[in-house]
């Protein structure tokens, strides 16, 4: 796992492009995300979990869809799901908001409902989002 990580972080710099994005979700279950922006609405994302030591490591794999796009703010749903800790279904629901005239940073919110055997967790989340657009790129 160690080695995985170290390779993801070291090909970031290779792999970041116009529509290469990470997000930081500080919650009771937090955990750092990789997506790609496909068509500006559909992402892809990879989850890791944080605050957490390798043996009890978490990956969460999800697909998010723009409901409603604007250039200030995007509102998503998605499914996906969880391994290791509450591994299961998980329902992402969330708000994207871009404040600043560069629309890379941003911040967000999100809400989902995680199904797993044992248990049902309702987890929310506050984070940061930041897009590696080009300034030209249009949204």
């Given at each position: 796992?160690?080695?995985f990580?170290?390779?993801?972080f070291l090909s970031?710099?290779?792999?970041a492009?116009?529509?290469l ?6 919650s009771?279950?937090?955990f750092?995300?990789?997506?790609y922006e496909i068509?500006?609405?559909?992402k892809p994302?990879v ?6 030591s ?20 995007e509102v998503y749903a ?6 290791t ?9 969330g ?9 890379n940073?941003g ?6 409902p995680?199904f797993s055997e044992s248990d049902h967790?309702?987890?929310?989340s506050v984070?940061?989002r930041?897009?590696?657009r080009?300034p030209s790129d249009p949204h």
């Amino acid at each position: 796992m160690k080695k995985f990580l170290l390779l993801l972080f070291l090909s970031f710099p290779i792999l970041a492009h116009a529509q290469l994005g990470v997000d930081f979700h500080s919650s009771n279950l937090p955990f750092f995300g990789v997506h790609y922006e496909i068509k500006d609405r559909i992402k892809p994302e990879v989850r890791f979990g944080t605050d957490v030591s390798f043996d009890d490591f978490s990956f969460e794999g999800v697909v998010t869809y723009d409901i409603f796009q604007e250039e200030e703010y995007e509102v998503y749903a998605g499914i996906g799901g969880r391994t290791t800790w509450y591994q299961g279904l998980v329902i992402p629901l969330g708000l994207n908001v871009y404040p600043f005239v560069q629309k890379n940073f941003g911040f967000h919110l999100e809400l989902a409902p995680i199904f797993s055997e044992s248990d049902h967790i309702l987890r929310g989340s506050v984070g940061i989002r930041y897009r590696f657009r080009k300034p030209s790129d249009p949204h």
